[in-house]
C-alpha cells in the first residue's frame, strides 16, 4: 500500500518554526526519516499560513527543499488552489493532491489541476462547507459523483483516493464500521478507484491510542485500503503493515516480509 508520511505538517509546533524560520535542516532529517521509516509519499501541510500568498510561498520553499534530499513524491495538503499550484509548478515526479471534495466549486478548481499536471488526487466523501453526511450510503453519492465529474476532466478514476473520512470512535461507537462499511462500497462500485485514510481520529479521546490506530489499520486494509496517511517512523505500525499486505496476499513469496525482518523492521 501507499504510505504517505504525515510529519512535514504546520499544525505540529515544530513544523510550523520550521517553516517559519526556513529551517531546512529540520525538515530535511523529517523528510529523511519517513523515507528510512518506509513512506512511498510525503505529505506537507502549511495550512497555518493566513494568506494564500504567503502559503505559496512556503510550498515554494519546501517543496525543493524535501526532494532535494529524498526521491519521493509529495502529497500537497492544502484547501487553497493558487498554493497547490505553486507547489505542482516545482514538483518533480508524480504528486498528490491533498484534496478535493464533492463540492462543485471545489472541483471545478481542483481537477483542472489534476489533468494538467497529472498527478493523483484525493477525494473527500465530504459536500459543500465540509459536511460530512451521516451514512455510508451518502458518503457513496458524493463518491460517485466525484467519480463522474473527473471524467469530464479526463482524469483516470485509478488516480483517484478517495477518503471516507473517519471520525472518532469516542463520540459515535459505529463511526469504525461506518468507515468500514464506506470504504468497501467505494472498492465494490467504482471500478479502478483507489481509497485512503488517515490514522488518527478513529481513536481520539480514548486510551493507548496507538493500539487502536494499528487495528483499525488492518481493518483497513483487511478491507481493501490502498493508501494511508501515517507516521512511517513508527516501526510498530509500519511492521503491521508489512504482516498485514503479506496475510492479504499482496506478497508473492512473502519476500518483503522476509526482506523487512532481514532489514530488522519487524521488530517494534
Ligand atoms: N485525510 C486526509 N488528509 C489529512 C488527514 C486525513 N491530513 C491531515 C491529517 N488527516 C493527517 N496528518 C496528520 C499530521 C500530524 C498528526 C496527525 C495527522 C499528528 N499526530 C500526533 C498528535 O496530534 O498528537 C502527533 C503530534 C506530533 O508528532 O507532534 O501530529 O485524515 N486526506
Given at each position: 500500500m501507499e504510505i504517505i508520511g504525515e510529519?512535514?505538517?504546520?499544525?505540529?509546533k515544530e513544523v510550523e518554526k520550521a517553516v517559519r524560520e526556513r529551517d531546512a535542516v529540520f525538515i530535511q532529517d523529517l523528510a529523511r526519516r519517513q523515507a528510512e521509516g518506509g513512506a512511498t509519499y510525503l505529505d506537507v501541510n502549511s495550512?497555518?499560513?493566513?494568506?494564500p500568498e504567503e502559503e505559496a510561498e512556503d510550498f515554494a520553499w519546501l517543496v525543493p527543499v524535501i526532494q532535494k534530499v529524498v526521491d519521493l513524491p509529495l502529497s500537497i495538503d492544502s484547501g487553497r488552489s493558487r498554493p497547490i499550484e505553486a507547489a505542482l509548478k516545482l514538483h518533480s515526479g508524480k504528486a498528490m493532491i491533498n484534496s478535493v471534495n464533492g463540492e462543485p466549486a471545489k472541483m471545478e478548481e481542483i481537477f483542472p489541476l489534476v489533468k494538467k499536471y497529472g498527478c493523483r488526487v484525493i477525494a473527500l466523501t465530504s459536500s459543500r462547507d465540509g459536511g460530512i453526511p451521516a451514512t455510508s450510503g451518502e458518503r457513496l453519492k458524493i463518491a460517485e459523483i466525484i467519480a463522474t465529474e473527473a471524467q469530464k476532466y479526463r482524469?483516470?478514476?485509478?488516480d483517484i483516493y478517495f477518503d471516507p473520512l473517519v471520525m472518532a470512535l469516542s463520540t459515535q461507537h459505529g463511526n469504525g464500521t461506518l468507515f468500514l462499511e464506506t470504504l468497501r462500497g467505494i472498492k465494490n462500485n467504482l471500478g479502478e478507484a483507489k481509497t485512503v485514510s488517515g490514522l488518527s481520529n478513529i481513536s481520539f479521546g480514548l486510551p493507548k491510542r496507538r493500539l487502536l490506530n494499528q487495528a483499525f489499520l488492518l481493518l483497513a486494509l483487511g478491507s481493501g485500503m490502498d493508501a494511508a496517511i501515517l507516521d512511517p517512523t513508527d516501526k510498530a505500525l509500519m511492521a503491521m503493515i508489512r504482516a498485514g499486505e503479506t496475510l492479504m496476499g499482496k506478497d508473492p513469496f512473502c519476500a518483503h516480509y522476509i526482506g523487512a525482518f532481514r532489514e530488522g523492521r519487524l521488530d517494534a
Open positions: 510529519k512535514i505538517n504546520t499544525t505540529r495550512g497555518l499560513a493566513l494568506y482524469v483516470p478514476l485509478e
